[in-house]
């Protein structure tokens, strides 16, 4: 997609990040910014296709934002791009993808190409997706023991599994290149791991 047709909302309230992000990407998309999350509900509309969110922010956070979006109907994906290590909250916030801080250009790049891949597959796809990235980040930031005694974390992979096996079906149909392609991170060999960063 080129310059016009895809619409991209970049919300952080240090201008400075919101201001390197859109000249990163202003060559690709038809970039906006926000510097609130009151700036954000602004520019939202239905033209906006995908919104690389910032959580921690005075005011209206992040995640007020994302409620707002998701409770409004608007049919954009969202990316939380912050400094704030994912914990068992995110569990239950709307987002479809979670990137954490410092982003490189590359990264920037290929996380809004995610969210324009997602935008072409239906509810059931875009939930797996979701579930999946929730997943993902969870386990690089928490221990496999933190994770084996979570039950919310134990229903989320139930969760998966269910999608998985009723997805069984359609993911037959894409190449095996095509349906790795939308995870950028493979998942964690769990007996492996090292200690996290956060316990």
């Known amino acids: 997609m080129g310059l016009g047709e895809t619409t991209v909302l970049i919300v952080d309230d240090e201008s400075a990040v919101t201001d390197v992000y859109a000249a990163h990407l202003q060559d690709e998309?038809?970039?906006r910014t926000a510097y609130s999350g009151s700036e954000a509900l602004e520019e939202l509309d239905d033209d906006v296709d995908a919104v690389l969110l910032d959580r921690r922010m005075p005011g209206m956070s992040g995640d007020e934002v994302l409620e707002?979006?998701?409770e409004e109907g608007y049919d954009c994906r969202v990316a939380m791009v912050t400094a704030v290590d994912p914990d068992f909250d995110i569990l239950d916030m709307g987002f479809d993808e979670y990137v954490v801080k410092p982003v490189s250009r590359d990264d920037l790049y290929d996380t809004v190409e995610q969210l324009l891949t997602y935008s072409t597959y239906d509810d059931t796809f875009q939930e797996y997706f979701s579930l999946v990235?929730?997943?993902a980040a969870l386990e690089t930031?928490?221990?496999?023991?933190?994770?084996?005694?979570n039950e919310e974390y134990q229903q989320l992979t139930d969760e998966i599994e269910e999608l998985e096996a009723n997805l069984d079906d359609a993911v037959g149909d894409l190449e095996?290149?095509?349906f790795g392609a939308l995870f950028?991170?493979?998942e964690p060999d769990l007996d492996s791991m090292d200690s996290p960063s956060q316990p």
């Open 176 to 178: 095996e290149d095509e």
């Open 68 to 70: 707002h979006i998701r």
């Open 141 to 149: 930031s928490k221990s496999r023991s933190a994770l084996e005694t």
């Open 133 to 135: 990235s929730k997943r």
């Open 184 to 186: 950028r991170m493979p």
């Open 29 to 31: 998309y038809d970039v």
